[in-house]
């Protein structure tokens, strides 16, 4: 629901530190017996829950997406005895902090609980999530695409229904590169020729920014077509950040730092905000969610904006990845899981999907993304362009077969120490990413998992 | 009452006038050296500290009069625009349906509660310490010491889940009962009431038939008074802006204290559909500190000496 958020705060750094070692430590003794986990778990049918849900009771759902009240609100209509406390617990970050402390001391956790997908792996791993598949959801396979349907199938489970996705796209400001007479780059070669004539014309404006993002670093390598984790055995992990897809991104990203062609504008801050309407940040490289944010955030710029395909590494190719998004999980401590998966389905398979599309989400079931109605709509702000029809296209260009780590959400933060220096000494990024995965291995060793660096 | 001990009260007594009458020289013939050399270094220096203290604040003053694009789009240490600093504080305090006021009033009952508390258990307990002796007094005394060495951070976490288990977690009690432990403020009651309440004067008190706590409430705690300012001002500003124990401990908006409350808001830029409110993050944290400039100025003085008193028995 929200951008990759590397840690800019050194505080919250800290506690999700803390806080994943607790829970860490305490997941891995869980489920050191068997691998394949609750498949013994009864299972329940359609007819359960909707009995469940003509029954009294109160659910609590933690999320930050502001859909997910609107959401409540039509759910309570249709089943007036049930009542769904939502509750912003924080955005991402904090969120998970609450949510793993939540579980390593046995309660105060919700029944729901929004998670993004790169957070997913370390909390379904841990069991801390129940296995959907109890409730026949695993039949929803062909609703969602198949990255987000691969994002939250981890191992025979899975453990959240999708919610919003955010395939890349190349999101540029059109009155810059109609200023300067720049032509919309297709591939990284001619992206890095237009950062490049772009800065000379104007030294104030850079072809986009970057201080170093985890969430930015893995899609981009993603997208390169690298797989630098793989998980088996749920305890055997293995991290290697200088695999083929790896080096070609950092490569090409060298070229823009060491040639001073990043903006040094930390994304999410006002003056990022500030960056995109004024010109001096020309495009974004980020997940289709961003429509809405540019609306809100950077309304001067209205009509100013396009979207494009994103540069792919091969003149004629198609290769895209996902951005952010996520799901929503139901946790093993609630203690009414039958009417949770009831709202669970509503929220993001049945008529909530389209509640979470009219608030700027964008969705990631099938069904929703082909239809006219979505692929047609035009945007004002985007200058009467058709930006659906680029955006889906990329969901379907993502490519596939890719995971994150049991422990993302730590090896995320500690992105900045590694990754990041390099960033702040122009130096060497895959140097950094060398680091990153030396200190991401020992801590995954440190926390019970057989860690192969490669 | 044995000579020796007379003699124990009576120097402290001398030595506390000692160094106070020759502060009071010291700090008259440094005054005279002032008007005769003025210190054009010392001035700039000064100068710049004032400045680089009183920036931010400028910054935040001025951007609260801003609205939301105006912001964005102007220098931000010069005003811009229209004054938009009524709509702001209006918007501030209606937005969701006036959460800020909820959070406000939370943080203001964890301060009276928090703080209060602190103050007052610091006083018994440093009175106690100060005025009675028991076995294990030496004991007490490091633990006390080593507490004051481990930041609240620290133990954030480990208080979080001793907290679940008693299923306090979620409930204004999370932050208001660690806030009630001052270490600190302990300590520092501890050596100021080694001098500002006399043996002797309890001693009198306790031959005329009081009782202790009556001694302690109608005596010894008005002596304390500069004391107990001293840290209620410490206790205050810390639970003022406490952040990191209610972020762990508080799940529900409706509890959180105006630190938590609005990294909220701040966050909402980071949402998929979630608005932009930079102008009333801004507006919200300027009103957020005047309570406690107010306060501060109001009590700088008690402040000051109590600082004094701490630093030269320590």
Redo the contacts between chains.
């Keep these: 629901m929200k951008a990759p958020h590397s840690t800019r705060k050194a505080l919250r750094r800290t506690a999700v530190v803390v806080a994943t070692g607790l829970a860490l430590s305490m997941s891995l003794a869980a489920c050191s017996g068997s691998g394949t986990g609750s498949t013994a778990a009864s299972t329940a049918s359609a007819a359960d829950i909707t009995a469940a849900l003509n029954e009294k009771s109160t659910i609590t759902v933690w999320a930050w997406a502001p859909a997910v009240a609107d959401i409540a609100t039509a759910f309570e209509k249709e089943h007036p005895n049930v009542t769904v406390k939502v509750v912003n617990a924080g955005t991402g970050n904090d969120q998970y902090i609450k949510l793993q402390n939540a579980i390593k001391a046995g309660s105060g956790a919700p029944d729901i609980a929004q998670i993004e997908y790169y957070a997913l792996p370390q909390f379904a791993l841990s069991k801390s999530l129940a296995d959907l598949s109890a409730y026949g959801f695993d039949s929803f396979a062909s609703e969602y695409t198949d990255s987000t349907w691969g994002s939250v199938k981890l191992g025979d489970g899975i453990y959240a229904l999708p919610q919003d996705s955010g395939p890349m796209a190349m999101f540029y400001n059109k009155a810059v590169f109609d200023k300067y007479g720049l032509t919309v780059p297709t591939t990284w070669d001619e992206y890095v020729a237009t950062a490049k004539k772009l800065h000379e014309a104007n030294p104030n404006a850079y072809i986009t920014n970057d201080t170093g993002d985890a969430g930015f670093t893995t899609s981009m390598i993603w997208q390169a077509g690298g797989k630098p984790y793989t998980t088996t055995d749920s305890t055997k992990v293995s991290i290697n950040l200088q695999d083929e897809g790896s080096k070609k991104f950092a490569d090409t990203w060298n070229t823009l730092l060491s040639n001073d062609l990043l903006a040094a504008t930390p994304s999410w801050s006002d003056e990022w905000y500030k960056g995109l309407g004024d010109g001096t940040i020309a495009t974004l490289n980020i997940g289709a969610w961003m429509p809405g944010n540019l609306e809100s955030g950077v309304k001067d710029a209205a009509g100013d904006w396009r979207v494009a395909p994103l540069p792919t590494y091969k003149a004629g190719d198609t290769a895209s990845a996902e951005n952010g998004g996520g799901g929503d999980a139901i946790l093993e401590q609630s203690k009414n899981k039958l009417v949770a998966a009831g709202f669970l389905q509503y929220m993001n398979e049945g008529a909530g999907t389209q509640i979470s599309i009219d608030a700027g989400g964008f969705p990631s079931t099938v069904a929703d993304l082909n239809s006219d109605k979505f692929l047609n709509a035009t945007s004002d702000y985007f200058g009467g362009q058709k930006i659906n029809e680029v955006l889906v296209q990329s969901a379907k260009d993502v490519v596939p077969g890719w995971s994150y780590l049991p422990f993302q959400v730590y090896s995320n933060s500690i992105f900045k120490d590694t990754v990041g220096q390099a960033y702040a000494a122009k130096s060497d990024i895959n140097a950094g990413l060398t680091a990153w995965q030396k200190a991401s291995a020992d801590y995954g060793n440190q926390q019970g998992f057989t860690v192969t660096s490669k | 009452m044995s000579t020796t001990d007379q003699a124990r009260v009576t120097v402290p007594e001398s030595h506390a006038k000692a160094p106070r009458m020759s502060r009071y020289t010291r700090t008259n013939k440094s005054n005279q050296g002032l008007h005769t050399k003025k210190s054009i270094l010392l001035t700039i220096i000064m100068g710049a500290l004032v400045l680089y203290s009183l920036l931010p604040l400028f910054w935040l003053f001025v951007n609260s009069t801003k609205t939301q694009?105006e912001?964005?789009?102007s220098f931000g240490l010069w005003f811009s625009g229209p004054n938009a600093l009524w709509d702001n504080i209006v918007a501030t305090v209606t937005y969701n349906d006036g959460v800020f006021v909820r959070w406000f009033g939370n943080t203001l009952m964890y301060v009276v509660v928090g703080a209060g508390g602190a103050t007052f258990l610091a006083a018994l307990g440093g009175y106690g310490l100060a005025k009675f002796n028991f076995p294990g007094k030496k004991a007490v005394f490091a633990v006390v010491l080593g507490a004051v060495a481990i930041p609240g951070?620290a133990l954030a976490?480990p208080t979080?889940?001793m907290f679940?288990?008693m299923?306090l977690?979620?409930t204004p009690w999370a932050v208001i009962l660690p806030s009630l432990i001052s270490p600190f403020g302990l300590y520092l009651i501890w050596t100021y009431a080694l001098d500002a309440v006399p043996t002797e004067v309890l001693e009198a008190a306790r031959m005329d038939g009081a009782g202790e706590f009556r001694t302690f409430f109608t005596i010894s705690l008005k002596l304390l008074a500069p004391g107990l300012v001293t840290v209620l001002l410490f206790t205050l500003v810390a639970t003022w802006n406490n952040?990191?124990l209610p972020?762990?401990m508080l799940?529900?908006?409706t509890w959180y204290p105006l630190t938590v409350g609005l990294?909220?808001w701040s966050?909402?830029?980071?949402?998929?559909?979630?608005?932009?409110i930079?102008n009333l993050v801004i507006t919200g944290s300027m009103l957020t500190i005047i309570p406690i400039v107010v306060a501060f100025l109001f009590l700088q003085r008690y402040w000051q000496s109590g600082l004094a008193a701490g630093s030269v028995k320590a």
């Design positions: 694009a912001l964005l789009n951070t976490v979080f889940l679940s288990q299923g977690t979620n952040y990191f972020l762990i799940s529900e908006p990294k909220q966050n909402q830029a980071q949402t998929v559909g979630g608005d932009v930079y």
